[in-house]
């Protein structure tokens, strides 16, 4: 029966860890995380997010600010109540500028500051509440486990590693399981220290730190007053066990070659401790820890054969969005209903459509001013005729009909039509721009293509001018004296000629009066015209609508759309300052990286032994299965309008366009099973050598032993050693092939050494415990690790390189411990 | 004078008959030629879906009530014609000719008239000032 979980990642490697375990999750059950486990992460680096997961990330952030640090350290300093001994000194920066600096006491300074303690507390104590109410039939497992997990090479993770873990036990009462999985640098490639003086420095003061607090010769030591007031008193150390990884491997075997390797291997790890491993190891390590098999670290070896489904799915689905989004900013060709066409052969057809759009769109505009209110019941459009009886039958009381016309329309009377006009003329505008949205948001929406969109709105642009040319010719402009000028003009035309001896005076001049009236408008519209034209070629700011807010289509918004689009593709190499940018073709590149990479003892199978084989026939069979030839934007949007998504918010659309691309592919990918489940055990049956290598691997320990050339790890028969799959009769099958073919009897196949987990598809795992060594000795990374004693030396060494006290030295390093104490 | 000779008359007599014979035929015209424009008007009035300038609709009914003036006066020399006994059809007489000068010069005035009027219409639309009358 599973635990109720709580897995906290420290720092970035932390977050990489726990994204690798919901990651696996994903992969073999389809779900982000089970209901008895929350993930967490704190972070100081404020632009260190958790990526993305093709359903929704369950991962939840918890930023430890550090944004003033002189004013956080002063404040924790002033505080009389706190011993703030360990505090670093405030004006310093640190190591460089992101998060704690790498210095660990900015780290641990980072949880006691401002009010990060208090959501630090609030974060697990939520996070506990939230798995608490998981059905555990057994009362005993009622209580959570909880793993804590980072790297202990930056200020992050080894400042903030020790205190998390007792603030864990201080909010969850009598709380037993509280385990840590760490990383620790390996070697390196030259086997020095050189350039990275610092991250070994944190990993020694940290490895220190833990062993100051669980070794038992030291005695309860953690006793002290929490800056919220709460206090804490533990005489057990912080951690039941703590795991130490690196990227070596004890032994001769090769080191995994990347950190994101050691990030998977890690995630693995973790992985299966919530999918059932714990439970095991657990049954297995009481009699360990009774009879001093295994004291309170630990290491593994660990290993898989696996068929990356997940991964595939994912390239498939990168595959996929690079297909739509490269429809989408194509600058020659797009789609109508389903047919590929030249951009630049249908712009005589578009132009023609385009320029038919504009003229309707303005003539809707005005025909909307037609029912302005000169008086109160009175539309402009209907007066004109009555206006037209009165000047022809004389009927009005002015000294002429010129005085009587000129007052209707003069831009120098009040309560006239050009008044009436000229208030209501954002109508005209409205629709004008309503009109220009439509049409781009319609292109946009019909076609999926920005540089068509991009091409209409230029045509419209040439429309506007030449509409504006023909004012211009015919005199007519948005200023006023020019408008006295030409009314003076109509006027005169007005009482010409109007065919009384036909009886059509009337008609005649209402006609008349309302090419005047619709001369006006052009008048007061030709200002509007230039803003709008003005706007949608350079404007930078967005001009709206007076009602429901709808804004005019720009030329910048479409480039930046475009540009942004165009980066999410990764058309561009990425600048400096877009670290953060998410690039398709980036990650493919990365899982492409990660696929071929051999240093990890992840060996990759697949059906036709090709990774691109197996895309290629995944991405047939998407097609086939979905019915779809060409990717579109209902697959990731269904129904909702493209512009309104691509328009919504530039700052977020790279990571929304990033994500929702991968995410909506990769559940369609599943849900029409593109990729197809594979039994890893008929890959041993055909290919036993291999499979026995990489069984091999997860015989060493995932971290370099042996300083004095004598002290190794050794087996026992309390100490875990696992073969992990989905069943037992594939992982008997496994079993049995490596030993009749290649008689290799390291894993045994009976009840201690074979694990079955039945939703662990397409993997299957060697995993072997270690904390044992061959003197008998319980293994302790601060005595037995090869590298332990070169660590020491470069500790101490150090700060007189750097110009530093060895006194300023510990502050930095070591904030656990006191300095005279750590010297004693 | 009785009316049929103003009408029919085919017999010169002497100038001043002439001109009183032009001048009333003229005025007939021109009433009947006001007449059918009127009709032309009416009959067909300005489709108000066609955003057409009612000083351009109004100019191309005149257009169109000119040949219809035609067919009538045509009908009406017709009748001339035919009414006339075929001693008084004295096609070799330069008087003959002189007593017809009223029916010609309406005749010919007409035809100029339509060619002045369509011209000028012709070049409304090619105008590109605002008002076009």
Redesign the interface.
């Known amino acids: 029966m599973p635990k109720p979980t709580i897995i906290m990642g420290i720092g970035t490697s932390g977050l990489r860890i726990v994204e690798q375990v919901q990651h696996f999750y994903y992969e073999n059950t389809g779900r982000n995380k089970p209901d008895h486990v929350e993930y967490l992460y704190l972070e100081t680096d404020e632009n260190s997010y958790p990526g993305i997961t093709a359903l929704k990330n369950e991962i939840k952030r918890v930023y430890l600010d550090l944004g003033d640090k002189e004013t956080m350290i002063n404040s924790l300093k002033k505080d009389a109540r706190l011993d703030g001994s360990w505090l670093p000194p405030a004006g310093e920066t640190g190591d460089n500028d992101a998060g704690a600096g790498g210095w660990p006491a900015f780290g641990r300074a980072a949880l006691w500051g401002f009010q990060n303690f208090n959501q630090v507390a609030k974060s697990v104590s939520n996070a506990f509440s939230a798995v608490a109410n998981y059905d555990v039939k057994e009362g005993d497992d009622s209580k959570p486990v909880v793993f804590i997990t980072g790297s202990l090479t930056g200020g992050t993770g080894t400042g903030v590693f020790i205190d998390l873990a007792y603030m864990v036990r201080n909010l969850i009462p009598d709380i037993d399981d509280v385990f840590g999985l760490f990383l620790i640098p390996g070697l390196g490639k030259e086997g020095g220290f050189s350039g990275k003086e610092t991250i070994y420095c944190n990993t020694y003061a940290a490895l220190k730190s833990l062993d100051y607090f669980t070794s038992k010769r030291n005695g309860p030591k953690y006793e002290l007053l929490y800056p919220n007031g709460s206090s804490a008193k533990f005489e057990k150390s912080p951690y039941k066990l703590v795991q130490i990884i690196s990227q070596d491997y004890d032994g001769s075997v090769p080191s995994i070659g990347t950190l994101d390797g050691l990030y998977k291997m890690a995630g693995l790890y973790v992985f299966l401790n919530i999918y059932g491993l714990r439970e095991e190891r657990m049954r297995r390590l009481v009699d360990a820890w009774q009879n001093e098999h295994m004291g309170k670290y630990g290491t593994f070896g660990l290993s898989a054969i696996q068929y990356p489904k997940a991964q595939l799915e994912e390239f498939l689905a990168i595959d996929l969005s690079l297909e739509l989004l490269n429809r989408w900013i194509d600058p020659n060709m797009y789609y109508a209903q389903g047919n590929k066409i030249q951009m630049n052969a249908a712009r005589t057809g578009i132009l023609k459509e385009t320029f038919i759009h504009f003229e309707k769109l303005l003539r809707e505009a005005f025909k909307s001013l037609d029912t302005v209110e000169v008086e109160k019941g009175r539309q402009i459009a209907n007066d004109l005729s009555r206006q037209a009886r009165i000047i022809n039958f004389k009927e009005h009381q002015e000294e002429s009909d010129y005085v009587y016309i000129w007052k209707l329309f003069s831009s120098q009377q009040a309560g006239n039509y050009y008044e009436a006009i000229r208030h209501n003329i954002k109508r005209a505008e409205d629709i004008i721009i309503t009109g220009f949205h439509e049409l781009i948001t319609g292109s946009v929406d019909r076609y999926e293509s920005l540089y068509l969109a991009r091409m209409q709105l230029q045509i419209m642009i040439e429309a506007l001018d030449n509409c504006l040319n023909y004012w211009k010719n015919i005199k007519l402009s948005g200023q006023q004296p020019k408008w006295e000028a030409m009314l003076d003009e109509q006027i005169k035309w007005m009482l010409k000629k109007r065919y009384k001896s036909v009886f059509e005076q009337n008609n005649v001049l209402t006609d008349r009066l309302n090419t005047t009236l619709e001369l006006l408008k052009m008048h007061l519209i030709a200002n509007k015209l230039v803003a709008i034209r003005n706007n949608i070629v350079e404007g930078d700011f967005s001009v709206v609508t007076f009602e429901h807010n709808i804004e005019l289509p720009r030329l910048k918004v479409l480039d930046e759309i475009i540009s942004i689009v165009g980066k999410t593709v990764g058309k561009d190499e990425r600048q400096k300052d877009e670290k953060q940018l998410n690039v398709l073709k980036a990650r493919k590149a990365e899982i492409l990286d990660d696929i071929q990479d051999n240093s990890i003892p992840i060996l990759r199978v697949y059906p036709s032994n090709s990774f691109k084989e197996e895309v290629k026939n995944s991405n047939h069979r998407y097609k086939q299965l979905s019915s779809k030839s060409i990717p579109s934007k209902n697959d990731i949007i269904g129904e909702a309008s493209l512009w309104t998504y691509l328009s919504r918010s530039k700052d977020t659309l790279n990571k929304n366009l990033y994500f929702d691309c991968i995410s909506q592919f990769e559940r369609d990918i599943r849900r029409y099973e593109s990729v197809k489940d594979m039994v890893i055990s008929d890959y041993v049956q055909k290919e036993p050598r291999e499979a026995q290598k990489i069984a091999t691997r997860a015989l060493y320990a995932l971290a370099k032993v042996n300083p004095d050339q004598a002290t190794t790890f050794r087996d026992h028969m309390y100490i875990p050693k696992l073969v992990i799959g989905q069943d037992q009769p594939t992982i008997n099958r496994v079993i049995e092939k490596l030993v009749d073919d290649m008689n290799f009897n390291e894993f045994s196949n009976d009840k201690n050494g074979v694990l079955e987990i039945g939703g662990l598809k397409n993997i299957l795992v060697f995993y072997a415990e270690k904390g044992l060594m061959n003197n008998n000795n319980l293994f302790n990374p601060t005595q037995h690790l090869r590298y332990i004693r070169d660590l020491e030396k470069l500790y101490h060494d150090t700060p007189r390189d750097r110009g530093r006290s060895p006194q300023e030295w510990h502050i930095i390093r070591m904030p656990y411990i006191k300095f005279q104490k750590e010297e004693n | 004078m009785d009316i049929s000779n103003l009408f029919f008359g085919l017999e010169y007599r002497n100038v001043p008959d002439l001109i009183l014979r032009c001048l009333f035929l003229l005025l007939v015209s021109a009433l009947v030629l006001?007449l059918i424009?009127?009709a032309v008007?009416k009959a067909f009035p300005a489709k108000k879906k066609i955003n057409v300038?009612?000083?351009f609709s109004?100019k191309l009914r005149f257009l169109a009530a000119l040949p219809l003036f035609l067919v009538v006066f045509s009908v009406y020399i017709y009748f001339f014609i035919t009414t006339a006994k075929p001693s008084q059809l004295q096609w070799q007489q330069p008087s003959f000719y002189l007593n017809l000068l009223p029916q010609l010069i309406i005749y010919a005035g007409v035809i100029i008239l339509f060619l002045i009027n369509y011209s000028g219409y012709v070049k409304s639309l090619k105008k590109?000032?605002?008002?076009y009358?």
């Open positions: 006001w424009y009127l008007i300038p009612r000083d109004l590109t000032e605002v008002n009358a």
